[in-house]
Each structure stands twice: as structure tokens, then as C-alpha cells.
């Protein structure tokens, strides 16, 4: 959380299951969440800045179970300082990654004020930002009446959304719509250890020049809010957290390709070298 400071960063994104669920890593230590949520959230206070959540696809994710995990996340973290609200409406702001999975009446369940289990002017009101792959799911955004979106994808290209040339019109629309949009920025992308057949999506990290070029545009799109694809999401390569050489044996990490895997790190510049960039992006984003 230092480190996320001192990079102007105000807010930290945290990946959540419901406390009965996890991902395939995690499974074996029921309630993980609840054990390292409450201390990301006291560290996150005594540095100054935010947390919210990054609802991922649980088993059972629809309409109602969304209602059921916000209630909860609000109900068990809501009163803490560091809980992200937003700073005029008072309401916390989610992601729902992959939300496109779902038929978006489903949930317009929730989302929408006029049907009865809705969320909407209730204690569990939240902004919920939908995954967008393309235009082409733009209706569902409103159908869904979701809050806005946000493209997630750090390599350009890999979807439509993911395009920087992109984001200005999917800001004009959000805007003609009413909706929230974030435009996700990454410093480059390789997820080959975990997808072999994806490397046509690699994007070289060219020592930050890709990172700035697609921060820029993502100023450049007048967007309120800005993501970060990543701070450690290593096995996509998008992480900005300080780096140094690593080289590990797959049987340690049976994801890796071959006897063994080099992660990428910086050099020749500095372990800190991202923080550093994104600092100096988010101080020019400031000035706008």
C-alpha cells in the first residue's frame, strides 16, 4: 500500500469470492477472503487510500447472488474507512468481471429500480461495472442497467474494447448514456504460461513506452476513472509492482511451460521502474 501511494494510486482494485467459494488456488482454505480483507482494508487506511471489488465469475454468480454478496461485502466492510465510496453519491463501486456470461435481464433482477429485489435506493446500492468485449455489448449494459463498464484487458486488441482507439467513443457513449466508463491500462501482456496458444496477443513492455502510450489515450478519452491492469497479476505479465530476476521449476508452479520459467522483470531499468512511470502518468492526468 505504500508503494500504491506513492504511485498516486487512489484506489485498489481486490479480486472477491464469496466466502463459501474461491478460485481453484484457494479452495483448500475456506473463508480466505474474510481473513485477508480485513487487513487489506486497515492497511489500505493507514496509507490513504481505497479499497473496492472485483467481483469474479463464483459458481451461482447471477442476478440474486450479486444482491446476496454486496449485502454482504457491505454489511461486513461497509462502515470501514478505506471501503471505496464514491465521493458525491456515498455508493461503493464493484466490477463484475466476465458479467457478458450472464443474460443481462437476469440482472436487470437487481440492477434495475423497478423491479422488486432490486438494489436501488436501499442500503446495498452500489455502482456495478460490467465487462464490455465489444459494441456489441453495449445494449446489454443497459438492458442490465448497469452503471457503467470497463474493458479489463491490458494487451490492445485482444478485444475491441481492449483497443485504445477505441475508448474515446465508448466514452461518448457512456456519457450519451449516463454510464461510468473505464478504460483498463497495463504495461504489456504475455499470459502464454497459462494460454500457449494465445501468444499472438503478447505485447511487448518496451521499457513503458507501450504503458504510456495506452495512458495517454486513456486521458485522451476523458474518462473520470482510469484502471490498472495490473499490480501483480504475474501470469498475465501486467504487473507494476517492483521486479527482480525469477526464475522458478515447474514443479513448483506446474503452470509453467518446460523444466522451468523466467518471469519477466525490468531491467536494465530500476525493480521500481513502473511505479515510478505510473506516478509520472497519474501526476499528467492531474494537471488535465
Not at 210 to 233: D, L, M, R, V
Not at 237 to 261: C, N, R, W
Amino acid at each position: 500500500s505504500a508503494q500504491s501511494t506513492g504511485a498516486g494510486i487512489g484506489t485498489i482494485s481486490s479480486s472477491w469470492y464469496p466466502v463459501d467459494s474461491a478460485d481453484g488456488q484457494l479452495a483448500h482454505i475456506p473463508g480466505y477472503s474474510d481473513r485477508v480483507i480485513p487487513l487489506l482494508l486497515d492497511i489500505a487506511q493507514k496509507y490513504n487510500i481505497s479499497v473496492n471489488f472485483h467481483i469474479e465469475p463464483f459458481t451461482g454468480r447471477n442476478g440474486k447472488t450479486l444482491k446476496e454478496s454486496l449485502k454482504y461485502l457491505i454489511t461486513s466492510y461497509g462502515s470501514h474507512p478505506a471501503f471505496y465510496r464514491d465521493s458525491v453519491t456515498g455508493r461503493p463501486l464493484v466490477y463484475v468481471y466476465d458479467s457478458y456470461v450472464v443474460q443481462a435481464s437476469d440482472w436487470a433482477q437487481v440492477l434495475s429500480p423497478s423491479m422488486p429485489d432490486s438494489i436501488r435506493g436501499t442500503p446495498w446500492d452500489t455502482d456495478v461495472i460490467g465487462l464490455v468485449l465489444s459494441h456489441k455489448d453495449l445494449p446489454s449494459i443497459i438492458q442490465g442497467n448497469f452503471d457503467g463498464m470497463y474493458t479489463y484487458f491490458a494487451s490492445a486488441g485482444f478485444t475491441d474494447s481492449s483497443s485504445p482507439t477505441r475508448w474515446k467513443d465508448l466514452n461518448e457513449w457512456a456519457i450519451n448514456n449516463q454510464k461510468i466508463f473505464i478504460p483498463s491500462v497495463g504495461p504489456g501482456y504475455v499470459d502464454t504460461r497459462v494460454r500457449p496458444w494465445n501468444k499472438a496477443n503478447t505485447k511487448e513492455r518496451k521499457r513503458g513506452e507501450y504503458y504510456k502510450k495506452n495512458f495517454q489515450a486513456a486521458i485522451s478519452s476523458g474518462s473520470k476513472i482510469i484502471s490498472i491492469t495490473s499490480w501483480n497479476e504475474w501470469h498475465e505479465g501486467t504487473q507494476i509492482e517492483p521486479a527482480i530476476p525469477m526464475q522458478v521449476k515447474s514443479s513448483v508452479f506446474p503452470l509453467s511451460a518446460g523444466p522451468s520459467y523466467r518471469y519477466e522483470d525490468y531491467q536494465p531499468d530500476p525493480p521500481d521502474h513502473y511505479l515510478t512511470l505510473t506516478s509520472e502518468l497519474i501526476s499528467s492526468w492531474r494537471r488535465k
